[in-house]
């Protein structure tokens, strides 16, 4: 069974830095795409920023260059990582990690068929 567990939420002000951390217990396969979603209060979850077992990142249009998603292994776990620079007061939400099994669209895919962490909160203040 995937297991995800989101790590380094936190209140910042806003132009200041927070790097989440998920650490999973996946296989390649269920593994094959990473991300993390954001969910704000009254709003639909969005997908973030997603990298593929190859490496291949994508990001929402409103976090590119400022957010930088990565990924390591160690000891048998998967590391995802979300580095968030500049930060805005419309970027509170709670954050996900999520992984899924391959899908050329991998933000559809883990919305569809992804296993999810619980959540990390965010809250930037102006």
């Known amino acids: 069974q995937v297991q995800l567990v989101e790590s380094g939420g936190g209140s910042v002000q806003a132009g200041g830095s927070l790097r989440l951390s998920c650490s999973a217990s996946?296989?390649?396969?269920?593994?094959?795409?990473m991300g993390w979603f954001r969910q704000a209060l009254g709003k639909e979850r969005e997908g973030v920023a997603a990298?593929?077992?190859?490496?291949?990142?994508?990001?929402a249009d409103s976090v590119k260059g400022r957010f930088t998603i990565s990924k390591d292994n160690a000891n048998n776990t998967l590391y995802l990582y979300l580095q968030m620079d500049s930060l805005k007061p419309e970027d509170t939400a709670m954050y996900y990690c999520?992984?899924?099994?391959?899908?050329?669209?991998?933000?559809?895919?883990?919305?569809?068929?992804?296993?999810w962490g619980q959540g990390t909160q965010v809250t930037v203040s102006s």
């Open positions: 996946a296989d390649p396969y269920t593994s094959a795409c």
């Open positions: 999520a992984a899924s099994q391959w899908h050329p669209d991998c933000f559809r895919m883990m919305a569809v068929r992804g296993y």
């Open positions: 990298i593929s077992r190859t490496g291949l990142t994508s990001y």
